[in-house]
């Protein structure tokens, strides 16, 4: 027996349609020709700075793309530019089908109903509890009552395993409970893409494994498209069907992750292997 949670009691809707694995919904699917998410030739620039230029890559249905690199190479600016948040300088972004440079903040909200962002710090609302975190989104899309609410976010936060902190304030989390249940919130919205920032950033190999566990189990048993920008190449080989690899603004590899591990580029094994080096032992 799977031991995540039956996908028609997570989302009671569909319990009278007999669909055994939940598939995100489908709104303005893309032809079958055109990738899901595709950057082609984007450039941004902060007062002078070239962040990232002539980046391409994309992402297919289901896919997980790791966004690596080290520190400052754009990785983050990538998924802010694909939620809206940032304006490429240049360059073509698309989503299921539609470009998105040109939409307007009404479009981009629409666009933000079916992508979502686990943040590295959690962006959870300090004055609330982990309980009312989580069923905030399921309140502000409506449609469910309290109690059917109130179901869902146990629910969600037994598949997070943060059941022993339903009424605790954020402040009183750790770093890696705050990311399962910003984990637990993002399911809450629905989406169809999830973006996670630096999800293993300040937290302990057990809780990395965990969570990099989560999102495997998000992606086989939900379907869902996800793009994780990461450091950690453990936690990349476990969860990625591509990899991007950033290095001073230009996308120095894109492809399969076998293809990275195996890359010749010297500044490409360089980060391999720093990140492989572990201190000697006393």
Not at 17 to 35: D, F, R
Not at 268 to 276: E, S
Request: hydrophobic share 45%.
């Amino acid at each position: 027996m799977s031991d995540f949670p039956a996908n028609a009691e997570i989302y009671p809707e569909l319990a009278q349609t007999g669909v055994a694995e939940l598939e995100a919904p489908v709104i303005a699917p893309s032809s079958a020709s055109e990738h899901f998410i595709s950057f082609s030739h984007v450039s941004i620039s902060f007062d002078g700075r070239v962040v990232l230029e002539d980046v391409s890559f994309y992402v297919d249905r289901g896919q997980t793309l790791c966004i690596m690199g080290r520190s400052g190479v754009g990785k983050t600016v990538a998924l802010r530019m694909l939620m809206g948040f940032l304006a490429p300088d240049a360059g073509s972004i698309r989503f299921g089908g539609q470009e998105i440079t040109t939409l307007d903040e009404e479009g981009m909200q629409a666009v933000r109903k079916r992508i979502t962002m686990v943040f590295q710090n959690g962006a959870l609302f300090d004055s609330l509890s982990v309980r009312e975190n989580v069923a905030f989104p399921l309140r502000e899309r409506g449609g469910l009552n309290e109690d059917e609410i109130l179901q869902s976010v146990d629910r969600l936060i037994g598949l997070v395993g943060a059941e022993d902190v339903l009424d605790a304030l954020p402040a009183s989390l750790s770093t890696g409970r705050k990311r399962a249940v910003a984990i637990a919130r993002a399911l809450a919205a629905k989406p169809e893409v999830v973006l996670y920032d630096e999800p293993t950033t300040m937290v302990d190999p057990i809780i990395a494994s965990h969570l990099g566990d989560l999102i495997q189990r998000l992606k086989r048993q939900l379907r869902f498209t996800s793009i994780v920008v990461t450091h950690d190449t453990r936690f990349a080989e476990k969860l990625a069907d591509l990899i991007l690899f950033l290095h001073q603004g230009r996308a120095l590899y894109f492809g399969p992750l076998q293809g990275f591990m195996a890359s010749s580029d010297p500044d490409i094994q360089q980060f391999l292997a720093l990140d492989a080096y572990t201190l000697p032992s006393e």
